[in-house]
């Protein structure tokens, strides 16, 4: 059974630094595909960042380009988003996923094309 559980939410100011992490694990075959995606009360579950476990490439919202970074492990069992200049905006509860050939590509990525989430872990950015 997949699971994935996401761990370093918190509060921070305005501007300040906040590093997520993601451990996965259960999976029979390597996923390819694994995101960040963000929700606040209201709206949709938007896509934040993604990596292709194998190549290393990434794709980022326009919203966090240039703030925000995402990363895995050398196992790549460990997928990380780090996160600077937060806003107030960045605020909300963020979740780990992961996809196979499920994802289209399409972007930003459908939420309902990704079949396993965390529980979500939330980031608070106040003053």
């Known amino acids: 059974q997949v699971q994935l559980a996401e761990s370093g939410g918190g509060s921070v100011e305005p501007g300040g630094s906040m590093s997520l992490s993601c451990a996965a694990s259960?999976?029979?075959?390597?996923?390819?595909?694994m995101g960040w995606f963000r929700q606040t009360p209201g709206k949709e579950r938007e896509g934040v960042a993604v990596?292709?476990?194998?190549?290393?490439?990434?794709r980022i919202a326009d919203s966090v380009k240039g703030r925000f970074t995402i990363s895995q492990g050398n196992g790549k069992n460990m997928v990380y988003l780090q996160m600077n200049s937060l806003k107030p905006e960045d605020s909300g509860m963020y979740y780990c996923?992961?996809?196979?050939?499920?994802?289209?590509?399409?972007?930003?990525?459908?939420?309902?094309?990704?079949?396993?989430w965390g529980q979500g872990t939330q980031v608070t950015i106040s003053s």
């Open positions: 996923a992961s996809a196979g050939r499920e994802w289209s590509g399409s972007w930003p990525p459908p939420a309902d094309e990704y079949p396993y």
């Open positions: 259960g999976y029979t075959d390597s996923p390819r595909f």
């Open positions: 990596i292709h476990i194998r190549t290393g490439q990434t």
